[in-house]
């Protein structure tokens, strides 16, 4: 079982930046790291993954083009370059580990969780 430990959130304006990190602790090496989002009134919804391999999958239309992820296996910490930020973008963020070196769609598939970072784009 991992550890995951979040950083990075806060407050900033529209057509900003942030960088959240997740940083792992424990034996595990092989693992696949998700980001999700937990939006007011909303389900928590996977928004990018990274395989074991650096593989990158984003997920939701309306970050394409503005969110990465990325992750440093020897530091084991995973990143989610977040730009062009907007309100809607408002949420808690969550880093979550699956065991496997692919990505999965399913919140159920990921075994390990920090402990989410909010988020917050306004003027």
């Known amino acids: 079982q991992l550890h995951l430990v979040e950083s990075g959130g806060g407050l900033v304006q529209p057509g900003g930046s942030l960088r959240l990190s997740c940083t792992a602790s424990?034996?595990?090496?092989?693992?696949?790291i998700g980001w999700f989002l937990h939006a007011p009134g909303k389900e928590r919804e996977e928004l990018a993954c990274?395989?074991?391999?650096?593989?990158?999958?984003i997920y939701v239309a309306s970050v394409k083009g503005r969110f990465n992820a990325s992750r440093d296996n020897v530091k084991k910490t995973a990143y989610l370059q977040m730009n062009s930020l907007k309100p809607e973008d408002t949420a808690i963020y969550y880093c979550?580990?699956?065991?496997?070196?692919?990505?999965?769609?399913?919140?159920?598939?990921?075994?390990?969780w920090g402990q989410g970072t909010q988020v917050t784009v306004s003027s």
């Open positions: 979550a580990a699956r065991g496997t070196f692919t990505c999965s769609r399913y919140v159920s598939d990921f075994g390990s």
């Open positions: 990274i395989s074991r391999n650096l593989g990158v999958t």
């Open positions: 424990g034996l595990s090496k092989n693992y696949a």
